[in-house]
């Protein structure tokens, strides 16, 4: 399913397909989210590290390509689910979502 779901993700996006694009551009965020807490928890060779800081560059590759796409909520949720705060902070950051940052930075002090 993941292969096949990456090789639609690089279709061209049309007007009347926008929402298709969301569902199935949630999908691979959720399956790409999932991958990398795997890869992240069984990294332990070089080569599995190498792999890892891989699959993330191409994680924020697909963020970026699809940032307007991707339903900011829906990526925002999870994210923070999968605990993936970094991803989320430079997710926000490419969005340029300033007003989320920074409440994410109030409530993250708030929590020490």
Known sequence: MQ??????QDLRIKE????????????????????LNRLQNETKTQQEVVQFQKQEEDF???????????????????????GRFQNFIKYMEMRKD????????????NVK
């Open 3 to 8: 292969l096949y779901v990456r090789e639609k």
């Open 16 to 35: 009347e397909n926008l929402s298709k694009a969301s569902v199935l551009l949630t999908v691979l965020l959720e399956l790409q989210l999932h991958t």
């Open 60 to 82: 924020i590759g697909f963020l970026r390509k699809h940032l307007t796409y991707i339903d900011p909520a829906i990526a925002y949720s999870l994210m923070q689910t999968h």
């Open 98 to 109: 300033y007003e989320s940052l920074i409440q994410h930075y109030i409530n993250e002090e």
